[in-house]
């Protein structure tokens, strides 16, 4: 079993629809959780992060963690075509050091105009 | 500049050869991370960089992959003897305070080993 679990897709959705991107893990020592938006051909590019359980809310972007899941989503109001990517999660247990972060495989998102 | 700078942006080289990757990081982080993102998987950390040192080299697939830092900002990713599997994007990252929470990353540079 993969440490971090998220479906490839692809996942198409019309434009206007709300998204649900998820994943979920296996180490119970992940706190901090971040995701990541990523372009063909381009470096992953930080959306938001998130710290234990609980949801936060950035622009049309909300985060939810349920630690006792081991769960985390990313919701994507009023979706455009310009957020067809792919959205990886990353996480971590320690805010800072050595160890870097653990990535999910990523989910491939097309927004249908 | 702005953002985390990788180059090349794209390198074909031929099995055998010695490559060497270079990052820019963002000016004033201290914290630098090297990945490897190969077809249809994710992101594989490989090396991180508080200042000039690397305390864990064990993320480094072999030891024909090693990294260094200078002046605590550039770095390069050397690759000896290159093989068709070292073929990957190949992702650095900084952070300010070694923060998890606020890793940028470059565009990356696509490796090709022919």
């Known amino acids: 079993q993969k440490e971090v679990e998220q479906d490839p897709g692809p996942l198409s959705v019309p434009e206007g629809a709300i998204v649900s991107l998820n994943c979920t893990y296996s180490?119970?020592?992940?706190?901090?959780f971040m995701w990541y938006r990523q372009y063909s051909r381009k470096g992953p590019e930080l959306l938001m992060y998130?710290?234990?359980?609980g949801n936060k809310e950035d622009g049309s972007f909300t985060a939810q963690v349920d630690k006792s899941s081991k769960y985390i989503s990313l919701f994507i109001r009023d979706s455009q075509p310009s957020d067809s990517a792919t959205y990886l999660c990353?996480?971590?247990?320690?805010?800072?050091?050595?160890?870097?972060?653990?990535f999910g495989k990523g989910t491939h998102l097309i927004i249908q105009p | 500049g702005a953002g985390v700078s990788q180059s090349p942006s794209n390198k074909v080289t031929e099995k055998g050869k010695d490559v060497e990757l270079r990052c820019d990081p963002i000016?004033?982080?201290?914290?630098l991370y090297w990945y490897r993102q190969s077809l249809g998987q994710g992101l594989e950390f490989l090396i991180y960089?508080?200042?000039?040192?690397?305390?864990?080299k064990s993320g480094l697939p072999s030891d024909r992959f090693s990294a260094e830092r200078t002046g605590g900002s550039v770095s390069t990713l050397t690759i000896q003897r290159t093989q068709q599997e070292d073929s990957a994007v190949y992702l650095c990252?900084?952070?300010?305070?070694?923060?998890?929470?606020?890793?940028?990353f470059g565009q990356g540079t696509r490796l090709t080993v022919v």
């Open positions: 998130t710290y234990s359980s």
């Open positions: 990353a996480m971590s247990a320690y805010l800072t050091g050595a160890d870097g972060l653990t």
């Open positions: 180490n119970s020592a992940f706190q901090y």
């Open positions: 960089f508080q200042g000039n040192s690397a305390p864990d």
């Open positions: 000016s004033g982080h201290t914290a």
């Open positions: 990252a900084s952070s300010p305070d070694s923060l998890n929470t606020e890793a940028f």
